[in-house]
């Protein structure tokens, strides 16, 4: 299936503070919250090396049907 992003925002704690990812990654965590009728809520948190959250999100996408292969 095929998802387009409807609404996507993310919300800061504050300024990334440069120790946050010294070798330049952070980790991600995404949830789904719920999925029903074709549209899909997700939820994220970035957090720094250390443990601090560093942002949270969310994101709502419209999951389409696939099309059928052409012949």
């Not at 443990?51 to 942002?55: C, E, I, T, V």
């Given at each position: 299936a095929v998802s387009a992003t409807a609404d996507l925002r993310y919300d800061f704690f504050g300024p990334v503070p440069e120790d946050a990812?010294?070798?330049?990654w952070t980790y991600?965590?995404?949830v789904s919250r719920d999925s029903h009728g074709g549209?899909?809520?997700?939820?994220a948190t970035a957090w720094a090396q250390d443990?601090?959250?560093?942002?949270v999100g969310r994101q709502l996408?419209?999951?389409l049907a696939a099309r059928a292969p052409k012949s």
């Open positions: 990812a010294p070798d330049g991600f965590e995404f549209w899909t809520v997700e939820d443990g601090r959250p560093l942002a996408r419209k999951v």
